[in-house]
Nanobody, 125 residues
């Protein structure tokens, strides 16, 4: 029914860039806030970025955006994560998630209703 499919991961050298995509189906995309999370082996799943359904509200791990940029194209049912100046510590499985926005907590794993299977990002030194 509802499906979120991530793509764009892979192996990249430190300092390089990747753009992750998440294509959604089975839902009214513009009604859902979208988030990106990541999880490294032995670590907790952590928040990366989120964007409201309209695109008007954006959240990052810190109050100020650093190396990552989240965006969405509602006409394509797709959310993106542009990652620049990648570091080995960015290595993780990256997941996209969808939230109905009825009680959205942007940085909270438990807020989201649907999750993708994840895409591996590996940054070599």
């Amino acid at each position: 029914q509802v499906q979120l499919v991530e793509s764009g991961g892979g192996l990249v050298q430190a300092g390089g860039s990747l753009r992750l995509s998440c294509a959604a189906s089975g839902l009214t995309f513009s009604n859902y806030a979208m988030g990106w999370f990541r999880q490294a082996p032995g670590k907790e799943r952590e928040f990366v970025a989120a964007i409201s359904g309209s695109g008007g509200y954006i959240y990052y791990r810190n109050s100020k955006k650093d190396r990552f940029t989240i965006s969405r194209e509602n006409g394509k049912n797709t959310v993106y994560l542009q990652m620049n100046s990648l570091k080995p510590e960015d290595t993780a499985v990256y997941y996209c998630a969808a939230d109905r926005e009825s009680s959205w907590i942007p940085r909270s794993v438990v807020s989201y209703d649907y999750w993708g299977q994840g895409t591996q990002v590996t940054v070599s030194s």
